[in-house]
Nanobody, 119 residues
């Protein structure tokens, strides 16, 4: 059974930082691309950051320079360090995996973790 469990969300003031983590099990983590997506109220889910099995990363333009994705294949975890948070970053953040290379999201999703940026 595949499980993805996100953690680390919360309420933070503008300019603050958070570190999101996603722990996976039941999946051959090391061969798959892993991504973070987010969905704000009334908006479509969008890609935030993605990292391939080789460690190549890609980011949405809106988060470049502020977000950093990393992975630990031994622990089967992926982390998203988010700095200089803005109110527009408020959303539910989801971890995704299950595909190789670039392209559409994989079939496996976590339950999401809420990030709220507000003063």
């Amino acid at each position: 059974q595949v499980q993805l469990v996100e953690s680390g969300g919360g309420l933070v003031q503008p300019g603050g930082s958070l570190r999101l983590s996603c722990a996976t099990s039941g999946v051959d983590f090391s061969i798959y691309t892993v991504g973070w997506y987010r969905q704000a109220p009334g908006k479509q889910r969008e890609l935030v950051a993605v990292i391939t099995s080789a460690g190549t990363t890609n980011y949405a333009d809106s988060v470049k320079g502020r977000f950093t994705i990393s992975r630990d294949n031994a622990k089967k975890t992926v982390t998203l360090q988010i700095n200089s948070l803005k109110p527009d970053d408020t959303a539910v953040y989801y971890c995704n995996t299950g595909r190789v290379g670039w392209g559409s999201p994989g079939p496996y999703w976590g339950q999401g973790t809420q990030v709220t940026v507000s003063s």
